[in-house]
């Protein structure tokens, strides 16, 4: 069983900067495939970013150009440094494992970890 802690959330002025991290237990983290995803309210989920076990990226055309996943598979982190906030990505962010697969990383229904989530607010 993997858990999640994600941490790093908090408030910023537009075209500010945050961190996000998720530091992973439970399991063989190098082996899993990340990701962060987002719910603003009254709002679906959103794929924001993932990284697989290959280190190979992927992002929401959304955040493309302004935000980076990364992982640390020494220290069992994924990291999400968010630039250029926008007021539209405000949301609870969270962070999401599944073991390593080679389909699609884009939907939350292929993630059965979860963290608890971290607010990120973006003030205009």
């Known amino acids: 069983q993997v858990q999640l802690v994600e941490s790093g959330g908090g408030l910023v002025q537009a075209g500010g900067s945050l961190r996000l991290s998720c530091a992973a237990s439970?399991?063989?983290?190098?082996?899993?495939?990340m990701g962060w995803f987002r719910q603003a309210p009254g709002k679906e989920r959103e794929f924001v970013a993932a990284?697989?076990?290959?280190?190979?990226?992927n992002y929401a055309d959304s955040v493309k150009g302004r935000f980076t996943i990364s992982r640390d598979n020494a220290k069992n982190t994924v990291s999400l440094q968010m630039n250029s906030l926008k007021p539209e990505d405000t949301a609870v962010y969270h962070c999401?494992?599944?073991?390593?697969?080679?389909?699609?990383?884009?939907?939350?229904?292929?993630?059965?970890?979860w963290g608890q989530g971290t607010q990120v607010t973006v003030s205009s």
């Open positions: 999401a494992a599944r073991y390593r697969r080679t389909t699609a990383q884009t939907m939350g229904r292929d993630y059965p970890y």
């Open positions: 990284v697989r076990w290959s280190s190979i990226t």
């Open positions: 439970g399991g063989t983290f190098s082996n899993y495939d």
